[in-house]
C-alpha cells in the first residue's frame, strides 16, 4: 500500500494522465526514473574521483 497526500496523489494522477498509463505504472516507471538517476549520479561520482586521483599531478600542474 502506497500512502499519498492529496497533493502526492493529484500530482500522480496528472503524471499517469500525461503519460497515458495507469498510476500504478506512472509509479512504477517514476522509482525506476529515480533509481536510474541516482545510480547514474554515484557511478559519475565514482569515475570522476577516480580520474581526480589517478591525474592529480596534471592538474595540479594546470593549476600553476
Known amino acids: 500500500t502506497l500512502r499519498l ?3 502526492d496523489e493529484h500530482a500522480l494522477a496528472m503524471l499517469a ?7 500504478q505504472v506512472a509509479t512504477v516507471r517514476a522509482i525506476h526514473e529515480a533509481a536510474s ?4 549520479q554515484d557511478k559519475i561520482s565514482s569515475l570522476s574521483a577516480s580520474a581526480r586521483e ?7 600542474r594546470l593549476r600553476e
Open 5 to 7: 497526500t492529496p497533493d
Open 37 to 40: 538517476r541516482r545510480f547514474r
Open 17 to 23: 494522465e500525461a503519460d497515458g498509463v495507469s498510476k
Open 54 to 60: 589517478q591525474y592529480a599531478d596534471l592538474l595540479d
